[in-house]
């Protein structure tokens, strides 16, 4: 058990035996996603260093480390934003009203109007 333990993270492992169920689930979980997490990091190296080594020309290491460290927004057209909010509008069950020519609506008063105000401080 302290083994297992070990390799769930667990230290001192003899701390394990302090632990709920709960929390060793908890730690067993964390510990297979970070090995599934290690085993992806190290299949997309494999994939890169393949990719690599078909290349005419390798990019520096340098280039390639500022990419990882850079975060590009996009640039979006009002085209693409248009379009964007069509599918959002489409998913969501809305209805697209433009070109439909509505009149807009005067607004309502809140709470007491100007004429009723000026009456009320006019006799009071």
Not at 73 to 95: C, S
Not at 99 to 106: D, I, L, M, S
Request: hydrophobic share 40%; net charge neutral.
């Amino acid at each position: 058990m302290l083994e297992e333990a070990a390799l769930c993270g667990i230290n001192p492992p003899a701390l394990v035996y302090r632990m709920t169920f709960r929390e060793l689930a908890a730690a067993s979980a964390a510990a297979q996603r970070r090995r599934r997490h290690e085993l992806a990091d190290r299949l997309t190296a494999a994939w890169h260093m393949a990719g690599f080594s078909r290349a005419k020309r390798i990019p520096s290491l340098e280039s390639i480390l500022n990419k990882l460290d850079r975060k590009e927004i996009p640039e979006r057209t009002d085209e693409d934003m248009v379009a964007y909010v069509e599918m959002l509008n489409q998913m969501f069950g809305g209805k697209d009203i433009r070109g439909q020519a509505k009149e807009p609506e005067p607004p309502q008063p809140v709470g007491e109007t100007l004429e009723v105000y000026n009456a009320k401080a006019a006799s009071g």
